[in-house]
């Protein structure tokens, strides 16, 4: 793979190479595009092609306008995520529902077990 550095910086100051990425937006998966990869802090950085494909894709499936910012609240030694109505419904999770959660970089990724 050549990886070209890029004459332009990320917004964290690092250097910016081409790249090809695995895009995964709401579960769906995009394949292998070409973006944008900070050396630094790992971002990546999609084309004007593939943002507008992942809009499209996701606006069809009903996905656009899902994604919520929730608090984190306390329960006894343990953070407590409350997820909306929305979601819950969309993904079908009920009350006692098992699911599986793990890190990812820096996101917590959720799985819910069937
Ligand atoms: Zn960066």
Not at 65 to 79: H, P, V, W
């Amino acid at each position: 793979m050549i990886e070209e550095i890029l004459p332009y910086k990320c917004r964290c100051g690092g250097t910016l190479k081409w790249s090809q990425c695995a895009v995964e937006f709401y579960g769906i998966d995009f394949g292998i595009r070409k973006c944008e990869v900070c050396t630094s802090c790992s971002s990546e950085y999609f084309d004007d092609k593939t943002t507008s494909e992942i809009e499209q894709e996701v606006k069809k499936r009903k996905l656009f306008g899902l994604e919520r910012n929730i608090s984190i609240t306390k329960s006894g030694n343990s953070l407590v995520m409350r997820l909306p109505p929305e979601i819950t419904k969309f993904t079908n999770l009920h009350y006692k529902d098992n699911i599986r959660i793990f890190p990812t970089s820096k996101h917590i990724e959720v799985q819910l077990i069937l």
